[in-house]
């Protein structure tokens, strides 16, 4: 199995309630891949970090194998979200990767 971690920040320009619209989007949308991306086993996103955080939403997700996780990459249902819920809103991305 693959776990794929990712850590956003929102952009500044966001007032609170703009983020918190936009952290349930991206929750909405990447959960809503279960089921729809082969090999996807499991997604969760959390948006309600402690305020000792530095980072605004985190996905945390599990495949299959690495040739799942190169497939979600690709996915159209993914592209979509990412492109229109995730991308547009976030200042910067932190990923890892690794095999359990």
Known sequence: MVKHVILWTLKD??????KDQIKKGIKEGLEGLKGVVPGLVEIKVNITPLASSNCDVMLDSAFEDEASLKGYA???AH????DTKV???TASRVCMDYEV
């Open 74 to 76: 690709v996915h159209p």
């Open 79 to 82: 592209v979509q979200v990412a």
């Open 87 to 89: 991308r547009p809103y």
């Open 13 to 18: 320009e966001f007032k609170d309630e703009e």
